[in-house]
């Protein structure tokens, strides 16, 4: 069984920061890519930032330079700082994570629950 538990919504002022994090557990033997995607309500779920292992990142065009995403491997944790926050940026924000699994062959991909993320003044 894998988990992922994202933490750190909250209600922000607009311009205010905010981390959110990920952490990944149950039977892992290793974690590949880690992505962040946001989903506003009543739109789609859309690509927010990804990190590789290898420390490659990868961001979405419309929080580039705004947001950071960070990994550590020893602790299968991800997060995602958020500075210079806009309404825009509300929406619901979900951890996503290629695994390979104890006792398997193949990588599966699990989603979290997500973490609400309010801009608003």
């Known amino acids: 069984q894998v988990q992922l538990v994202e933490s750190g919504g909250a209600l922000v002022q607009p311009g205010e920061s905010l981390a959110l994090s990920c952490e990944a557990s149950g039977d892992i033997v290793r974690v590949e890519l880690m992505s962040w995607y946001r989903q506003p309500t009543g739109g789609q779920r859309t690509f927010v930032a990804a990190v590789f292992p290898d420390g490659r990142t990868n961001y979405a065009d419309t929080i580039k330079g705004r947001f950071t995403i960070f990994r550590d491997d020893a602790k299968n944790t991800m997060s995602l700082q958020m500075n210079n926050l806009e309404p825009e940026d509300t929406a619901i924000y979900f951890c996503?994570?290629?695994?390979?699994?104890?006792?398997?062959?193949?990588?599966?991909?699990?989603w979290g629950q997500g973490t609400q993320v309010t801009v608003s003044s």
């Open positions: 996503n994570a290629y695994i390979r699994r104890a006792n398997s062959s193949t990588i599966r991909m699990y």
